[in-house]
């Protein structure tokens, strides 16, 4: 089945400085890479995906790379704010019988300082 | 939009009742939910996928005798632990599709389960 690989497990930033999280897949047949944002205590929230006939996908200081060919997306946070601290969790689909079901990293606990 | 509840967001049972977790999607009909079982400091875990009007699929490992799941409406799915024990108690999360062919996941808030 699916496994999905996330590096750092911890990353702490300046204020202002950029944040990049990467994450590896072993199914080539994934098709649809999920970033979520989990504050403590909270659900995880999408804050961007891409699709796999896309290579990047940007939504103001986020943006997402996608490679297929070495089946690994990262996603990248420019000028942080503390209020990006929090715990990021990529996704891969694990293709299956008429489920999209998901299949998510470890985590990288996120920590910008002032 | 895509907007998820869940209630209780937290409850403490004692070891041996049962805790019933709602899930609602309030803004569309959710075909697909699925519930989501984390412990402090961990990931995600897939426990089942419930689509409405039939049966769940469990995730290998998962009891479905314990872990009772039922998805009567388009809106609403509901995860009733039985016989709770110390050792569930966990942050419970589900999320949810809408109907059609669509890969994004919504999900809840959580539930905070807590068993002495």
């Known amino acids: 089945g699916e496994n999905v690989e996330q590096h750092p497990s911890t990353l702490s930033v300046q204020e202002g400085d950029s944040a990049v999280i990467k994450c590896t897949y072993s199914?080539?047949?994934?098709?649809?890479f999920p970033w979520y944002k989990q504050e403590l205590g909270k659900g995880p929230q999408l804050i961007i995906d891409?699709?796999?006939?896309?290579g990047e996908k940007k939504d103001q200081r986020i943006a997402v790379t996608l490679n297929k060919t070495a089946k690994h997306f990262s996603l990248h946070i420019t000028e942080t704010q503390p209020e990006d601290s929090a715990v990021y969790f990529c996704?891969?689909?694990?293709?299956?019988?008429?489920?999209?079901?998901?299949?998510f990293g470890t985590g990288t606990r996120l920590l910008v300082s002032p | 939009g895509a907007v998820v509840s869940q209630h209780p967001s937290w409850v403490i049972c004692k070891s041996g009742t049962s805790v019933k977790i709602e899930c609602r999607s309030l803004?569309?009909?959710?075909?697909?939910m699925f519930w989501y079982r984390q412990f402090p400091k961990q990931s995600l875990m897939l426990m089942a996928t419930?689509?409405?009007?039939?049966?769940?699929?469990?995730e290998q490992g998962v009891e479905k005798d314990k872990f009772l799941i039922n998805h009567a409406s388009l809106t609403l799915s509901t995860l009733t632990v039985t016989s709770a024990h110390p050792e569930d108690s966990s942050f419970y999360i589900c999320?949810?599709?809408?109907?059609?062919?669509?890969?994004?996941?919504?999900f809840g808030p959580g539930t905070r389960l807590t068993v002495l």
């Open positions: 199914d080539s047949a994934s098709n649809y």
């Open positions: 999320s949810a599709i809408a109907g059609g062919y669509t890969d994004t996941q919504y």
């Open positions: 419930s689509n409405e009007g039939s049966k769940a699929t469990y």
């Open positions: 891409i699709r796999s006939n896309v």
């Open positions: 803004d569309f009909q959710a075909t697909t």
């Open positions: 996704a891969a689909t694990a293709v299956n019988t008429g489920f999209q079901k998901l299949v």
